[in-house]
């Protein structure tokens, strides 16, 4: 480093530098987390400009998400100012594909105007080609035809590509079928979704010379973050755009690879040595964002996983705070505690800004939204909705709000054909135009209407079913216990049973969804107040400035880096998850512990992992289990504390020693480790309310991670 360096090389260190200023010729930046790999390519972005080797136009990076991106631009106009002006191809894939798209798009039969379809236009599309192809769509939903296709699209493949076997995913082989009639759909709406972006440019890519040498020619350097999460049309697309000028740039960590189930390929990082000879590997050891504690107990928990490339961290950061881990009693404490704590940290003066609260689940989000609002914590939800207002979590609520408020349209308008029950546009015009001539409310003139000859046959009866429903739910609201009624509602509605019906991930998250919104009832006198504290939360939402905690997935935190980091739910069925749990293959259980790695790693100086004893599911209490990866940390960079009595020396003896808390448990010795009995396990006993609960149609199906938990839980 010299006093004559330009500004973007100034504190990085020499592999850094390699990195930087190695411009031509392939390059694969290999490292762990926060050892400033975007930084590098941040720097390697201001060099080719501040050395005028390319111009901004002649520069393709791609970010993982627009956030990045943003950042990422702006960070280079502080390092070479003006010159940044432009660089039109950074961005997300999707964001730079769509790009390329539109000025080639009569290449593949659509205009330049084209529509981008989201998720929603994309389901109905897909429902009236399979109602037009007399495919049963209760047996083949949509929504997995849409998960078949997407898939398809990740991996390159247009409908000529699909062979028999692949064919299979869907209907009974006519997957293939289906995925041309949805593609010549699209064309003939002059629209795409999301997945075409890339895989219509890779085909204009393959099918003309012309525009691919004019790419070639165009992008004289290629950089790319995150790159162990590209999936093979991305992959595809980079090597045909870099084949020629050969400078490509890539930096990853093969630990961080978390989107296999989007159709991530970990294994392009192998594949870049292969297909670009000669390529510089450039590992850097260096972390700079966390404290040897943190990154001790990162490095343990990933340890455990095989078939790594393995790399070496260190840090000259001075010791900070061990990893802390606390057991607490059930959820509502853990959510206590940590505004507890966050409260504390903001008086020692960490902004709330630089703090996270990161969930395995989006519906893990809700029991902090609603301690936050109690005790005015400003918090904002990044990369997906706040609890109230996702889709299914707004459908139940307008069930209860015309329970509750007969007089409430909106709410009635809302749900008065979700599920379908074949109550079209002008069935819900009649009962519109009937309201408002007797001057009574929707809910009303829908039962008066019955008596008239406005609706016939099917439209009849099933309006006659949903009034009688009302009534019926009306008169249980002065009998049941509100959670109850709830239940009931979404059963009795169809709500649940349209849900299960679609067997998308999505939909299963929308039922724990669901489950969640009765669990927070249950902690309200009525129905009224419940719904009087939503009306709060939804009007909290309008103030948007000033310093907020923020509250996320893991999956969108990859890349970002807080102070303060608090890790939630670390328990078995929850973390890792139970899906990654039923599985059973070691893939998804090694997913699910590099998603641990980059949870870990988010936090600079704090990182503080909970877990609680017990979880109300569906009304019922069960006792849970701390996550295996709590199991994983070293001992010496970690301090755990319980807040139940008389357990604390007996969990950390466990921890301390690395010792596997479950071995004998799981084979069924009958003699756990102490601190299990400490938490209260219990098999199958309702620790709080034992006997006490009801178990409703659907809902009564115990989720499989109760099962999980009981079964290698210890009797006392
Ligand atoms: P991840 O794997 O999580 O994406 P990363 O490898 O991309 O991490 P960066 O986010 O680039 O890491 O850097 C982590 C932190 O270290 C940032 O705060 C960055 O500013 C800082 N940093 C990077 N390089 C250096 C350096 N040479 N000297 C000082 N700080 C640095
Ligand atoms: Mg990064």
């Known amino acids: 480093?010299?006093?004559?360096?330009?500004?973007?090389?100034?504190?990085?260190?020499?592999?850094?530098?390699?990195?930087?200023?190695?411009?031509?010729?392939?390059?694969?930046?290999?490292?762990?987390?926060?050892?400033?790999?975007?930084?590098?390519?941040?720097?390697?972005?201001?060099?080719?400009?501040?050395?005028?080797?390319?111009?901004?136009?002649?520069?393709?990076?791609?970010?993982?998400?627009?956030?990045?991106?943003?950042?990422?631009?702006?960070?280079?106009?502080?390092?070479?100012?003006?010159?940044?002006?432009?660089?039109?191809?950074?961005?997300?894939?999707?964001?730079?594909?769509?790009?390329?798209?539109?000025?080639?798009?009569?290449?593949?039969?659509?205009?330049?105007?084209?529509?981008?379809?989201?998720?929603?236009?994309?389901?109905?599309?897909?429902?009236?080609?399979?109602?037009?192809?007399?495919?049963?769509?209760?047996?083949?939903?949509?929504?997995?035809?849409?998960?078949?296709?997407?898939?398809?699209?990740?991996?390159?493949?247009?409908?000529?590509?699909?062979?028999?076997?692949?064919?299979?995913?869907?209907?009974?082989?006519?997957?293939?079928?289906?995925?041309?009639?949805?593609?010549?759909?699209?064309?003939?709406?002059?629209?795409?979704?999301?997945?075409?972006?890339?895989?219509?440019?890779?085909?204009?890519?393959?099918?003309?010379?012309?525009?691919?040498?004019?790419?070639?020619?165009?992008?004289?350097?290629?950089?790319?973050?995150?790159?162990?999460?590209?999936n093979s049309v991305q992959y595809l697309w980079l090597r045909l755009l870099a084949q020629e000028r050969r400078n490509i740039a890539c930096v990853g960590d093969d630990d961080q690879s978390i989107y296999s189930w989007r159709g991530a390929k970990v294994e392009n990082i192998l594949k870049f040595e292969r297909d670009f000879p000669g390529a510089k590997v450039i590992r850097l050891e260096q972390n700079y964002r966390s404290t040897p504690h943190i990154l001790g107990a990162a490095s343990g928990v990933i340890a455990n996983n095989g078939g790594r490339l393995g790399k070496t961290l260190w840090t000259d950061i001075d010791v900070g705070e061990k990893v802390k881990v606390v057991g607490v009693w059930d959820g509502p404490e853990e959510a206590r505690r940590v505004a507890q704590e966050i409260e504390d940290r903001r008086r020692d003066g960490t902004p709330l800004d630089d703090m996270?609260?990161?969930?395995?689940?989006?519906?893990?989000?809700?029991?902090?939204?609603?301690?936050?609002?109690?005790?005015?914590?400003?918090?904002?939800?990044?990369?997906?909705?706040?609890?109230?207002?996702?889709?299914?979590?707004?459908?139940?609520?307008?069930?209860?709000?015309?329970?509750?408020?007969?007089?409430?349209?909106?709410?009635?308008?809302?749900?008065?054909?979700?599920?379908?029950?074949?109550?079209?546009?002008?069935?819900?015009?009649?009962?519109?135009?009937?309201?408002?001539?007797?001057?009574?409310?929707?809910?009303?003139?829908?039962?008066?209407?019955?008596?008239?000859?406005?609706?016939?046959?099917?439209?009849?009866?099933?309006?006659?079913?949903?009034?009688?429903?009302?009534?019926?739910?009306?008169?249980?609201?002065?009998?049941?216990?509100?959670?109850?009624?709830?239940?009931?509602?979404?059963?009795?509605?169809?709500?649940?049973?349209?849900?299960?019906?679609?067997?998308?991930?999505?939909?299963?998250?929308?039922?724990?969804?669901?489950?969640?919104?009765?669990?927070?009832?249950?902690?309200?006198?009525?129905?009224?107040a419940f719904l009087e504290h939503v009306s709060l939360v939804m009007e909290n939402e309008g103030r948007d400035t000033g310093a907020k905690v923020t509250i996320m997935t893991i999956h969108a935190a990859k890349g970002l880096e807080y102070d303060t980091v608090f890790l939630v739910g670390w328990e078995e069925g929850l973390f890792p998850s139970q899906r990654s749990l039923d599985e059973g293959g070691v893939a998804s259980l090694e997913e699910e512990r590099r998603l641990a790695y980059v949870a870990i790693t988010r936090a600079r100086r704090r990182a503080i992992i909970l877990h609680a004893a017990n979880r109300r599911i569906y009304g019922q209490w069960n006792s849970s289990i701390p996550s295996r990866f709590v199991g994983e940390l070293p001992g010496e960079h970690i301090d755990s504390e319980t807040t139940m009595t008389g357990g604390a020396s007996l969990w950390q003896a466990n921890w301390s020693e690395r010792a596997d808390p479950f071995a004998d448990v799981a084979r069924g010795t009958g003699r756990g480790p102490g601190w299990q009995r400490a938490a209260g396990v219990s098999a199958g006993v309702d620790v709080k309310n034992p006997g006490g609960a009801y178990t409703p149609r659907s809902f009564s199906r115990e989720p499989s991670r109760v099962k999980e938990a009981t079964r290698s839980a210890v009797s006392l």
């Not at 969930?359 to 109230?388: C, K, L, N, S, W």
């Open 1 to 230: 480093p010299s006093q004559d360096d330009p500004p973007y090389l100034r504190g990085l260190n020499a592999p850094q530098r390699e990195a930087v200023l190695t411009t031509d010729g392939p390059v694969l930046v290999l490292a762990g987390a926060g050892t400033g790999k975007t930084a590098a390519l941040t720097a390697r972005l201001a060099h080719l400009l501040y050395t005028r080797k390319a111009y901004p136009s002649e520069i393709l990076s791609v970010t993982f998400t627009n956030k990045a991106a943003k950042e990422m631009r702006h960070r280079v106009g502080a390092l070479v100012g003006d010159m940044v002006e432009g660089m039109p191809w950074l961005g997300t894939f999707h964001a730079i594909g769509a790009k390329m798209l539109r000025r080639h798009a009569e290449l593949v039969g659509l205009k330049s105007n084209f529509t981008i379809l989201d998720t929603d236009d994309q389901l109905r599309l897909l429902k009236s080609l399979i109602l037009a192809a007399d495919i049963d769509e209760k047996r083949f939903p949509a929504r997995s035809l849409a998960g078949i296709i997407d898939g398809w699209k990740n991996k390159g493949l247009t409908p000529k590509d699909i062979d028999a076997g692949e064919s299979e995913l869907y209907a009974n082989g006519r997957g293939q079928e289906m995925y041309r009639a949805y593609q010549d759909r699209l064309k003939a709406l002059n629209a795409c979704d999301f997945g075409d972006l890339l895989l219509h440019m890779l085909t204009i890519l393959r099918d003309h010379r012309d525009v691919l040498e004019q790419y070639q020619q165009r992008f004289r350097y290629i950089m790319v973050d995150e790159y162990q999460d590209t």
């Open 356 to 528: 996270a609260i990161l969930v395995r689940a989006q519906h893990q989000t809700r029991e902090f939204e609603d301690r936050f609002i109690a005790t005015g914590i400003p918090y904002r939800i990044v990369g997906g909705f706040r609890f109230y207002e996702r889709a299914e979590i707004r459908d139940a609520l307008a069930y209860l709000r015309v329970v509750a408020q007969p007089a409430d349209d909106l709410a009635f308008e809302r749900i008065v054909n979700v599920p379908k029950r074949g109550l079209g546009d002008k069935a819900i015009a009649r009962i519109h135009q009937l309201s408002r001539a007797m001057g009574v409310p929707m809910s009303e003139a829908a039962a008066r209407i019955l008596d008239t000859d406005e609706l016939t046959g099917a439209a009849k009866r099933s309006l006659g079913n949903l009034v009688g429903d009302f009534a019926r739910w009306r008169m249980k609201a002065d009998e049941l216990p509100h959670a109850e009624l709830a239940r009931q509602l979404l059963d009795e509605s169809g709500y649940t049973a349209m849900l299960e019906a679609d067997r998308s991930a999505e939909a299963a998250g929308r039922l724990e969804n669901l489950g969640e919104l009765v669990r927070a009832m249950e902690e309200y006198d009525s129905l009224g």
